[in-house]
């Protein structure tokens, strides 16, 4: 039996849920703190996440909850995982929470890309919060 791992981070940002809605789901600004691509919260809708060095991933969204919910399936043929991003309003912020599940720890991509991935998201939500900051 293949054991299956999941990331779980979140951050508490400053900003209103639609202000990190908009950076989770417009390209221009998902593109400036973490990858470029043609995200759009729409279920269904297919688009390719640039990883620079790990390449391009294939993603199809999968759940959509406006200002709410966002999931999508994650580099599909290889990884096949799915990431989550649960936004909670909480005080004048958001508490984000991102749920990357999915990796097969019995493959040697998918362990290396947990334990990848597992150090690399906390960057990802700092970046998206200097990001807020920025553009607030």
Known sequence: MT???????????????GKVWEALTEPDLHARWWAAGD??????????????????????????????????????????????WTLRPEGDGTRLVLTHAGFDLGSPLGGQAYEGMGQGWPHVLERLDALLNETA
Do not use: N, W
């Open 3 to 17: 054991e299956h791992a999941t990331i779980t981070c979140e951050k508490l940002l400053e900003h209103a849920p």
């Open 39 to 84: 995200v759009k919260p729409v279920v269904g809708h297919r688009f390719t996440l640039d990883m620079g060095t790990f390449g391009s991933q294939p993603c199809e969204v999968t759940e959509v909850e406006d200002e709410r919910v966002l999931a999508y399936r994650f580099a599909e043929g290889t990884l096949d995982t799915v990431v989550t």
